[in-house]
């Protein structure tokens, strides 16, 4: 009786070295925890279901996990080769942009959040959707590895593209305030107070308008070209991405800034904050703006189905959705309805019935098998 008495006591010391960061024994919040900023996580918990609408979208993602390999890109080696100039060097611009942002998605923003997220349901879902990210990152390296005869020169040429490491600026500058708060925050430099947690929430506003009006910018060039017929691999591809973020990435970041905005803390940040939310996604939309005149070379380079202007109306009816989110008006004035129709097909894939012998199915196949057992218990007699 005496050694166990011993082997207790040296258990419940152990348990005391292990630091709150990394397992937070003393955790009470389990019925109520914060998103952000809360008590430091403790056992990873599913019995509280808290967030349902993360928890729902965690699971939608996981559900949906594909890979990069999934086409064949090799026909696009001759539609690069035979493609129009103009058409080849928005391909190219387009791809630069898509490679960077997805890698600054898949690689910065869980590392970002991770110091802040106190929730078990959110860090599921924030860490699901970084994967997903390395899966669209991967994706845009494996068209450029599989669409060009070398393409270690394509790679530089992406990478001497400028103005689309300047696009990523605006969002640039708030996630670089985002990282330094973070790493302070997790060495204990700064408190957990209501300026960091206006940092957190800016930070969160920013991703959420770069998935939701950045990415769909981007998208409507690929697929305007795809459209042609030209590049189809590349267009089932990225339209597999592009679903991933309109019907998984957007809608979890919204449901996460509704469950803060619900809070005390939340409500002080937006109200603090609103003027600068606003100028940022007017930055955005003003940078896509830019972007745009680059990659049309100021009405110089022809795309059909797509020019300047038209891309110009379809930005802003992106960053209408963000707008109305925030309940902030725009210095611009919106379009009514959606400018570019055949978005609506490319990015609805139930829409596009191939047929598999005909060529690469991008559909997702899901709840194809169900189960209707549960909750029931069963008596296992071997």
């Given at each position: 009786?005496?050694?166990?008495?011993?082997?207790?006591?040296?258990?419940?010391?152990?348990?005391?070295?292990?630091?709150?960061?990394?397992?937070?024994?003393?955790?009470?919040?389990?019925?109520?925890?914060?998103?952000?900023l809360g008590q430091s996580q403790g056992i990873f918990d599913t019995i509280n279901k808290v967030y349902p609408k993360v928890w729902s979208k965690y699971k939608e993602m996981k559900s949906l996990d594909w890979d990069e390999?999934?086409?064949?890109?090799?026909?696009?080696?001759?539609?690069?080769?035979?493609?129009?100039?103009?058409?080849?060097?928005?391909?190219?611009?387009?791809?630069?942009?898509?490679w960077e942002a997805d890698t600054v998605?898949?690689?910065?923003?869980?590392?970002?959040?991770?110091?802040?997220?106190?929730?078990?349901?959110?860090?599921?879902?924030?860490?699901?959707?970084?994967?997903?990210?390395?899966v669209h990152a991967a994706t845009y390296s494996e068209i450029v590895r599989s669409s060009f005869s070398n393409p270690r020169v394509i790679l530089n040429e992406i990478l001497a593209v400028q103005e689309a490491a300047q696009r990523l600026s605006v969002v640039g500058k708030v996630f670089e305030e985002g990282y330094k708060a973070s790493h302070k925050y997790a060495l204990g430099l700064i408190p957990n107070d209501q300026e960091l947690y206006n940092k957190v929430f800016l930070l969160y506003c920013a991703i959420y308008a770069m998935e939701r009006i950045q990415f769909m910018s981007s998208f409507a060039i690929t697929f305007a070209i795809c459209d042609t017929g030209l590049f189809m691999p590349i267009g089932k591809a990225v339209q597999k991405i592009a679903q991933d973020e309109l019907e998984v990435h957007v809608p979890f970041r919204k449901a996460v800034l509704e469950y803060e905005m619900k809070t005390e803390r939340g409500?002080?940040?937006?109200?603090q904050c609103k003027d600068q939310i606003k100028d940022m996604i007017e930055e955005i939309v003003s940078s896509e703006m830019e972007w745009n005149g680059y990659g049309f070379d100021g009405g110089n380079r022809v795309q059909v189905g797509l020019n300047e202007d038209v891309l110009n109306q379809w930005n802003l009816f992106c960053s209408k959705d963000v707008f109305n989110f925030f309940k902030l008006p725009s210095n611009h004035t919106m379009p009514r309805k959606n400018p570019l129709r055949f978005m609506e097909q490319w990015l609805n894939i139930s829409k596009t019935q191939a047929s598999p012998q005909e060529?690469?199915?991008?559909?997702?196949?899901?709840?194809?098998?169900?189960?209707d057992d549960e909750n029931e218990e069963?008596?296992?007699?071997?």
């Open positions: 009786m005496e050694k166990m008495s011993v082997d207790v006591q040296e258990e419940v010391v152990t348990s005391n070295v292990i630091d709150q960061n990394i397992l937070n024994l003393d955790k009470t919040d389990y019925e109520t925890p914060s998103i952000w390999n999934e086409f064949n890109y090799s026909s696009c080696l001759s539609d690069f080769k035979s493609c129009s100039e103009d058409t080849r060097e928005i391909m190219i611009r387009t791809l630069a942009w898509q998605a898949a690689r910065s923003l869980v590392n970002i959040m991770s110091n802040f997220i106190t929730s078990s349901e959110v860090w599921a879902a924030e860490q699901r959707i970084s994967d997903n990210e390395v409500q002080i940040a937006f109200e060529e690469q199915n991008g559909q997702y196949r899901v709840g194809t098998m169900r189960r069963f008596d296992l007699g071997f």
